[in-house]
DNA sequence: AACTCGGGGGC
DNA sequence: GCCCCAGAGTT
């Protein structure tokens, strides 16, 4: 045993886990999703979590149920209807997968979510994170999660330096989450040590004058719990820049064009990729703009879009949006054309503006629809 | 191993 | 502004 590991003994080790188990049942917050031992809840929940704080996942998590109570009702749904409930919520590979992974269920597991760890990691949208999770939460299967949160709790208790995403230190990491892990509780475990690190031991300014295991921990020790872990380096961010058209009939009607297909990486046009700005979801139409907003949009909607040629004068600026997508920064001049007709496009959906919420469109395309909407 | 994928809450 | 969140899939 490496002897910086904490606790040391297996009798620190023992008490360790008492007093954090203690320190979960006293405090833990109260959550949907802590209310059920339904795998496919549980499995839900997870999904909505990776990467999403969990206040921004409950009123989803909610909605997502009243629809789709059942992993046969999920199976048994179209796509277009689950990503529309997703709509907002963001990563929406992740509404994807979770459909085709219900699929998977039904045709294979016989529509309940298998209790086996390798089965459970072939379906689509499941990794050694989530597996672990629902297996350990929902059957106490003794699996140990590694989530950031888990990861900065151990990386603060070891005293661990460096990128902890990177390869060698994340499998050091998963190898003493399952040394911690009390294998008799192993859901309560897994989110004990979650809870911890999102609400005592966090990122900036750790508690740890109310964290139930402060003295096990060696940042602690050597006034470190600030400076650790270390922080990951990000990519540069990049400028894009969007001219799209929202168009408005004197019904108060607009035009959204279709999710775009994926296009191979290699070969894909300046067009998909702008698609891929709006999550590849139904969006308003839109240009990517290098030098005058006005002109290119002009131009994309008669030679992509399919619609005659529109006057200069029919495109009203609204003051610029700002939106980030992963790395990307764009800046988003939306233009509100107000016409007695709707022009022809080659593609897209008529609907009011108001009821946008009946396709899947992403947060760009609400953050646009408000804005127009506001005027 | 490096990239990509959303959006927002908290500071 | 900046960080990073109950990560996974692809290249």
Redesign the pocket.
Known sequence: MREWRVPHSDQDLQKFRSKLLGWFHRHQ?D?P??RTRDPYCIWL??IM????????AIPYYERFLETFPSVRALAGAEEEDVLRLW????????AR?LQRAAREIVERHGGEFPRDFAAA?A?????????A?ILSIAHGAPHA?L???V??VIARLEAIRGDLR???RWRALQTSAGRLLDISHAGDWN?AM??L??TVCT???PNCAVCPVAESCRARKLGLTETL?E??R??A?EKVHLAVAVFLDPAGKTILFPPAKAA??KKEERNSELS?LF??LWHFPAAAVRKDARTELRRHLQTVGGMQMISAAKLLPLPPLR??????EITITAFVVRVKELPGARTGRVLPMNKLHSLAV??????IARAALAR
């Open positions: 917050r959550m999703w802590r929940s997870e979590l990776q990467q999403t704080r969990v206040a921004a709509a907002g919520l963001g990563y929406y590979s992740r997968n990691l379906l689509p949208g499941i990794g050694n994170y989530t597996a999770a999660v989530d950031g949160n990861a900065r990177e390869g060698s989110q979650m809870e690190g999102a990122p900036r300014a872990p922080k990951r990000k990519r961010p191979s990486r891929a999550s590849r939106h980030a997508v992963t790395y990307r992403s947060g760009l395309t609400r953050k």
